[in-house]
C-alpha cells in the first residue's frame, strides 16, 4: 500500500520537551505494510526511542500516540487514537486506546503520530495546529483538575481536541488515567503518571 493511497499522511511529529523543539518527519513507506494502523507503526516507533529497562517514570521513557488510517473518516468506530509508552502500575510496554476527537484533529493537523521526549523544566500544556507544535506555559493549570483544566483550554483554543491529566497525574499516582475531551479514558495503568512526570498537563490538538 502507498501511502498516499488512502489514510495515512506518512508524518510523525516529534516533540523534544527538554528544549521545546519540534519537527515533522516522514516514516518509511514499508512500514505502511510491515505495521498495519496507528497500533503497528506506534509500537515500532516506541522501539525506536525506548531503551531497555527505562523507568516508567523516567524522562528517557517515550510516549508515542497514533491515528490509523480510518481516524477522522466516516468509517463507524474509526475514533480511537493509540498511546504506547512503559506504564509504572505493571511495569510493562504497554498500549490504551480512546475515543473522542483526539484522532481526528491529529489527521486533519496532517499527523498521524506524535512522540514526546524528555521532561519540560516546568509544567506545560502542548499545542497543536496544522502540523506544528508550541510548548506553552502551563503552572496555572497545575493542580486543576481534569474537568476544569479541558474547559479552560477549549475556550482558548475553539474547536480543539483535549488530552488533560489531573492531580493525580501530576503526583504520579501509578493508576492515574488521562482523559480525552472530558469523556474518554486513555491509559489504564497510569499514562497520566507519565505526562505527569514528563511535566506535561495537557496536548491540545486542533
Known amino acids: 500500500m502507498r501511502l498516499k493511497e488512502g489514510g495515512y ?66 468509517v463507524p468506530g474509526s475514533s480511537r487514537v493509540m498511546a504506547n509508552a512503559r506504564v509504572p502500575l505493571t511495569g510493562a510496554v504497554a498500549s490504551a486506546s480512546g475515543s473522542m476527537g483526539l484522532g481526528a484533529h491529529m489527521k486533519w493537523s496532517g499527523l498521524d503520530h506524535v512522540v514526546l521526549l524528555g521532561k519540560a523544566p516546568s509544567p506545560v500544556h502542548i499545542y497543536i495546529e496544522d502540523g506544528r507544535a508550541e510548548l506553552v506555559p502551563a503552572s496555572s493549570l497545575w493542580g486543576k483538575g481534569i474537568l476544569k483544566t479541558t474547559r479552560a483550554l477549549r475556550e482558548a483554543y475553539p474547536g480543539s481536541s483535549v488530552l488533560a491529566i489531573g492531580p493525580a497525574g501530576e503526583n504520579l499516582v ?3 488515567l488521562a482523559i480525552i475531551d472530558a469523556c474518554a479514558t486513555l491509559g489504564r495503568g497510569g499514562l497520566a503518571a507519565v505526562f505527569g512526570s514528563k511535566n506535561v498537563k495537557a496536548l491540545v490538538v486542533k
Open 9 to 74: 499522511t506518512g508524518r510523525v511529529l516529534t516533540i523534544d520537551l527538554v528544549s521545546g523543539e519540534a519537527f515533522s518527519s516522514g516514516y518509511p513507506e514499508e512500514y505502511v505494510d510491515l505495521y498495519l494502523g496507528g497500533f503497528g507503526v506506534n509500537n515500532r516507533l516506541f522501539l525506536e526511542h525506548y531503551r531497555p529497562g527505562t523507568d516508567p517514570l523516567d524522562p528517557g521513557n517515550p510516549v508515542i500516540l497514533g491515528a490509523g488510517p480510518f481516524v477522522g473518516t466516516r
Open 174 to 176: 501509578h493508576l492515574s
